[in-house]
């Protein structure tokens, strides 16, 4: 490759293949190899093949590689939760968003395994997971309200949807056997059913 | 007073009766006339007719001042669900914590109003509130688990749990007229029953 062509590739913003893809990859690689903090957005770009500049183009910062899609993860909670029926109750329609997100997040178990260990080593990280669950949680239960359920049950449903979708989540996700997420969401809801009938009230 | 006394005061660490209450309200306040970001600790002491050396020998920083006690509610929490009868199912033992909870939190009605209202303006503070929930699930989840009950229930009881707590709490707050927050909390433990058992599963 000639200079020329460098100039070329970098000058032009060439499209580049999966680029975001890339660069979530090596990022993860880099965190995981020799630290979140000690790792640049040079280094991922590099790591990538592609320009610091691309990398700017999909990311805001090295943080947000690791929180790319969470904003397409709530989109998709929240659109399958206003698809769910009617007379759906409002946990089985918790339930029906549970399984959008097990369809978004059960693809990659082996990446997701790598991300949670580079997140539960940084105080910074593990706030802004909490941040992106409560912000979840906070979409599910408007759009509980959307589908006429009042408060404090909307409140509760999509808190308790969101506690179920984090243990469901981590379980899976430390099992070095891969089921379906979706599966291990839904014997989380019935453990959460049988859990609360057994309390006295 | 003279400046012998003073000197007195600040020089000898003398006793101030309910330094840390007065301290506390004082920065609140502060937050609420003036704004969390736009206050020093400096003013907070001087509010309270404090030094700042008192402060700093109660409260790291500003922040901690609306944490204060979050240690010691988690404390309750676990000591309260370890002294749940043995025989107790997981969300009954987590009941008796909720009530603990109840007792420490519910009497400083007016106080969690004004709290809520600087928390909810500062994207930082909410953060640490985030933060100490996730503390608060956690040691309740290693609460259960010496009780014997096995994962992933013991995460799942206490991630309900805390999600009933910031639910119940809200809705408690927010409420001109106040009830007793145990009751809220039961009720809302109640309704998450009522929630989960109208699941298909």
């Given at each position: 490759m000639s200079l020329d062509d460098v100039t070329y590739t970098r000058g032009m913003g060439r499209w580049e293949p999966d680029a975001s893809g890339r660069l979530r990859e090596a990022a993860l690689d880099l965190y995981v190899e020799r630290g979140y903090e000690r790792t640049t957005v040079a280094e991922i770009a590099d790591r990538?093949?592609?320009?610091?500049?691309?990398?700017?183009?999909?990311?805001?910062?090295?943080?947000?590689?690791?929180?790319?899609?969470?904003?397409?993860?709530?989109?998709?909670?929240?659109?399958?939760?206003?698809?769910?029926?009617?007379?759906?109750?409002?946990?089985?329609?918790?339930?029906?968003?549970?399984?959008?997100a097990a369809a978004w997040l059960g693809g990659r178990h082996a990446y997701s395994r790598r991300r949670y260990a580079v997140i539960a080593a940084n105080a910074e990280l593990r706030e802004r997971e909490l941040i992106?669950?409560?912000?979840?949680?906070?979409?599910?239960?408007?759009?509980?309200?959307?589908?006429?359920?009042?408060?404090?049950?909307?409140?509760l449903a999509a808190e308790t949807g969101i506690a179920v979708l984090r243990v469901a989540f981590a379980e899976w996700r430390d099992e070095a056997v891969e089921r379906p997420l979706a599966e291990v969401m839904r014997a989380s809801l019935a453990d959460l059913t049988t859990l609360t009938a057994a309390a006295a009230g």
């Open positions: 990538a093949g592609l320009t610091a500049r691309t990398f700017f183009r999909y990311f805001a910062d090295k943080r947000e590689v690791l929180f790319a899609g969470s904003a397409d993860l709530q989109e998709g909670l929240v659109s399958a939760l206003a698809g769910a029926p009617a007379a759906a109750s409002p946990m089985d329609a918790v339930a029906v968003a549970l399984d959008a992106k669950l409560a912000s979840l949680a906070s979409a599910l239960a408007d759009g509980l309200r959307r589908r006429g359920v009042p408060d404090p049950q909307a409140g």
